[in-house]
């Protein structure tokens, strides 16, 4: 499976956005998605995940509240709502897929979309 992301953009603190996850290949439902993103000279955090189901979503203790992911399987895609936009979210965002795993260590996550990149001006 290819996975792109999108949605980045140039927001203002207290703003919204909504990334996107889009998936190619007739099994998108097969996968579990996380989101992670990397900030400059920081590693690789995770953010959120969603299970194969859309049933199990665990959150990043920075997001919880505050970003909502979600799943619409016939549009292989997967959603990050992010409200509530602080200047400590600035990163480039990345989507990754696992046939089950869809927990916090990046190194499990078998594919990679490029990244998006948002920035929140304080």
């Known amino acids: 499976v290819q996975l792109q992301a999108s949605g980045g953009g140039l927001v203002q603190a207290g703003d919204s956005l909504r990334l996107s996850c889009a998936a190619s290949?007739?099994?998108?439902?097969?996968?579990?998605i996380g989101w992670f993103r990397q900030a400059p000279g920081k590693e690789r955090e995770f953010v959120a995940a969603i299970s194969r189901s859309g049933g199990g979503t665990p959150y990043a203790k920075s997001v919880r509240g505050r970003f909502i992911i979600s799943r619409d399987n016939l549009k292989a895609t997967v959603y990050l709502q992010m409200n509530s936009l602080k200047p400590e979210d600035t990163a480039v965002y990345y989507c990754?897929?696992?046939?089950?795993?869809?927990?916090?260590?990046?190194?499990?996550?078998?594919?990679w979309g490029h990244g998006t990149q948002v920035t929140v001006s304080s």
């Open positions: 290949g007739r099994t998108f439902s097969s996968y579990a």
């Open positions: 990754a897929g696992h046939p089950q795993y869809f927990g916090t260590n990046w190194h499990q996550y078998n594919f």
